[in-house]
């Protein structure tokens, strides 16, 4: 509550985040009595009927990231930036759930000829989806608010939707919340399925699709950059399954193509129209994504140690992270990086949060600053704590098998305490590492080098 106008948040410091809520008439009273009060009757655990029947979409990823499908009765949220493919994603989906349950698509933002000619570039002319233009919640009301109303129904998008009775115009916080109220109360009375699109607006997050996620059962979002083909859909909140699953898709000229092994895509560019030769500075992290492993390159680059404060840029990855692997390889592994600018990227625009990636981009970070490469066919993962140990990391097993299915013959991974590498997968020469320090002497010795004799990089003289 701000006694005056604000133009900065005293909270979090972003600026022209605050909206106005004018304040109610009457001041609340206390209810004081619970005459006029009707009496809840609650249910015991198992008088509660079966689960709620989930609907597949027929797209295997979204249905992964749903929790294995949608659930009647309950609201979707599907936020991502304008342009990213969330109506194309939405369309899809109703188009092949259409063959087999009514689905209606609303849009507030085309003409139906626009999304028919859309759903036509798709290949999916001849769906049995309905197809509607509307943005007064009234009319979506009045419409849908009847026994035989369809099964899903999207609407596309929320910052477009307005109800009357309130004075502010689309795309307001206030209208936003309204008209989401209002549908996802439709939803569920009528116990359909609701899929909402929210656009992530580019002024913070002002009347985007956070201030909805309260409101709703799941929240997706959809990301990727522009400059790639590839997206991710990933779970953030999820009331019927878990949250850190994530689809992979590709756009292309035909829509969205499932992308059901994501690894391959990501290292696509490595083996096929990379250089076919070790670069210092490139490692490949064996990373995790909800159930799934997911291979990708982790590339640092060390620039040179110059006077002022040094540079230091991360994209997919936490850029506090990465301060704090290169405080441990300063104070224990004893590389002079403090000084340099350092320029972190995971290839491809996934974003990494896990911290088994610590070792990986350790691992970059030292090779690119001794321009020592690791061999192509390593893989690395591992956690690194403060005082420059390595710890085990879930799921050493899974990660290990996805890089021998994918060829690599190698991995540089966190020491285990009771068996080491024994019962570890056969297919793949474990390096273990206990230590930052095991880590530089391995990158040191000849052991992870490549094979073959390769081109001696820039900074080869920097070897000790
Ligand atoms: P869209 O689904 O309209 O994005 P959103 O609803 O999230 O705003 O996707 C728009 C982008 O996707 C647009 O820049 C063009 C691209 N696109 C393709 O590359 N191939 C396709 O088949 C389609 C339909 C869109
Ligand atoms: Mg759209």
């Known amino acids: ?53 989930r609907r597949t979409t027929g797209i295997a990823e979204l249905d992964r990231v749903l929790g294995g499908g949608l659930v009647a009765g309950s609201a979707v949220l599907v936020g991502g930036d304008p342009g ?32 028919r000619m859309r759903a036509a570039r798709l290949g999916l002319s001849g769906s049995a989806v309905e197809l509607a233009a509307a943005a007064d919640v009234r009319d979506i009301l009045a419409t849908l608010d009847r026994a035989d109303a369809p099964a899903v129904v999207v609407i596309d998008s929320i910052q477009t939707m307005f109800v009357d009775t309130l004075d502010s115009a689309p795309g307001t916080v206030a209208q936003v919340r309204a008209s989401a109220g209002e549908l996802v109360r439709l939803a569920k009375r009528r116990g359909l399925a609701l899929l909402l699109v929210g656009h992530v607006t580019k002024d913070g997050m002002i009347a985007g699709p956070r201030v909805l996620e309260h409101m709703v059962d799941v929240v997706l979002y959809f990301e990727g950059d522009r400059g790639h083909h590839f997206r991710i859909l990933r779970a953030v909140k999820n009331r019927y399954g878990a949250t850190d699953e994530i689809g992979v898709f590709e756009m292309t000229g035909q829509g969205l193509r499932q992308v059901p092994n994501p690894s391959e895509l990501f290292l696509a560019n490595r083996s096929a129209g ?68 350092i320029f972190l990227n995971v290839a491809g625009g996934l974003k990494v949060s896990e911290p088994a ?17 690791v061999a192509h ?12 140990e390595v710890r085990p990391v879930p799921q050493t097993e899974l990660r290990l098998k996805e890089a021998a299915k994918l060829g690599f013959a190698r991995a540089i991974a966190p020491r285990r305490k009771r068996d080491g590498a024994a ?19 391995l990158l040191e010795s000849s052991d992870v080098r490549p094979r073959a004799s390769h081109r001696p990089g820039r900074n080869t003289a920097a070897l000790p």
Not at 89 to 114: F, K
Not at 284 to 307: D, I, K, S
Not at 377 to 388: C, H, K, N, P, T
């Open 274 to 341: 990379g250089r076919g030769e070790d670069v210092a500075g490139s490692v490949v992290f064996a990373g995790l994504e909800g159930t799934r492993p997911v291979l990708v390159e982790v590339q640092a680059l060390v620039g040179a140690t110059a006077p002022g404060s040094p540079r230091r840029a991360v994209v997919g990855w936490d850029a506090n992270r990465l301060a704090m692997v290169l405080a441990v390889l300063v104070a224990r592994g004893g590389i002079a990086v403090g000084g340099s600018d």
């Open 1 to 53: 509550m701000a006694p005056r106008w604000a133009g900065r948040c005293d909270a979090c410091g972003a600026w022209n985040s605050i909206v106005e809520e004018p304040e109610e008439a009457a001041p609340p009273r206390a209810i004081g009595t619970a005459a006029g009060g009707r009496r809840i009757a609650p249910v015991g655990l198992d008088e509660i009927g079966p689960d709620a029947p």
């Open 423 to 441: 019962g570890l997968n056969p297919a793949l020469q474990i390096s273990d590492i206990a230590s930052v320090e095991d880590l530089l002497s």
């Open 377 to 388: 066919d390593a893989v690395v993962f591992g956690e690194i704590g403060l005082s420059g």
């Open 357 to 373: 990636a610590d070792l990986a981009a350790a691992a970059a970070i030292v090779s690119s600053k001794l321009g020592v490469p």
């Open 84 to 115: 990213i493919g969330k109506s194309t994603l939405l369309l899809q989906a109703v188009c092949a759930l259409g063959q087999e349950a009514p689905c209606l698509y609303i849009s507030g933002e085309e003409a139906v000829e626009q999304i």
